[in-house]
């Protein structure tokens, strides 16, 4: 069984930074794709970016390009989300996800286990 677990998260004023990490158990993490999703109140979790098995290849959402870098360490089993330039736009809960596979897909149904989440609120 796979535990993926999220934390980082905060309250920020906007023009501010967070990193979120999100540790993985298991011995096969450095197998698979990992990704960030974000669900605001009231909205549909949306993708916001994604790391292949090896952090070559990564995808981001157009909303967070340019401020975001995802990125992983696949001797901690960790994996990365650095905002910067944060927005009250941003503000939701964040939740880490292993996709089945390496490649680092935009769909939520490709990813198979998921963390609880962690808040993220940015203040104007």
């Known amino acids: 069984q796979v535990q993926l677990v999220e934390s980082g998260g905060g309250l920020v004023q906007a023009g501010g930074s967070l990193r979120l990490s999100c540790a993985a158990s298991?011995?096969?993490?450095?197998?698979?794709?990992m990704g960030w999703f974000r669900q605001a109140p009231g909205k549909e979790r949306e993708f916001v970016a994604a790391?292949?098995?090896?952090?070559?290849?990564?995808n981001y959402a157009d909303s967070v390009k340019g401020r975001f870098t995802i990125s992983r360490d696949n001797a901690k089993n960790t994996v990365y989300l650095q905002m910067n330039s944060l927005k009250p736009e941003d503000t939701a809960v964040y939740y880490c996800?292993?996709?089945?596979?390496?490649?680092?897909?935009?769909?939520?149904?490709?990813?198979?286990?998921w963390g609880q989440g962690t808040q993220v609120t940015v203040s104007s």
């Open positions: 996800a292993r996709k089945s596979g390496g490649w680092p897909d935009t769909h939520a149904g490709e990813y198979d286990y």
């Open positions: 298991g011995r096969t993490f450095s197998s698979y794709a």
């Open positions: 790391v292949s098995w090896s952090g070559t290849n990564r």
